[in-house]
């Protein structure tokens, strides 16, 4: 399980450990991930996700999963992620047109 964030791509980062002799070795600075069900309405169903805490704040400023992947650029989203944005499109799609045709 690799550790990226699913919907920011968001990944470990290398730095220094900084003694008090000032003596460097390297390290890594993993982001904070945590595995999650977040709803989504165009869908009606759960999806699994792992993602940062930064990214799920976000999710919750837009107003929900399927508002955040509206606006998500396709090249940050994992293949899972972004397998479920074409289906909230595909649904919103259909409810566009169902809502035409009534």
Known sequence: ?????E???KGPMVGNNVSHANNKTKRRF????NDVTLQSEALGRGVKLRISAA???????????????AKA??????????????????????????????
């Open 1 to 5: 399980m690799s550790r990226i964030c």
């Open 7 to 9: 919907l920011t791509g």
């Open 30 to 33: 993993l982001p904070n991930l």
């Open 55 to 69: 990214a799920l704040r976000s999710v919750d400023h837009r107003g929900g999963l399927d508002a955040y992947l």
């Open 73 to 102: 650029k396709d090249n940050e989203l994992s293949a899972r992620a972004l397998k479920i944005k074409k289906e909230v499109a595909a649904k919103a799609a259909s409810g566009v047109a169902d809502a035409l045709t009534d």
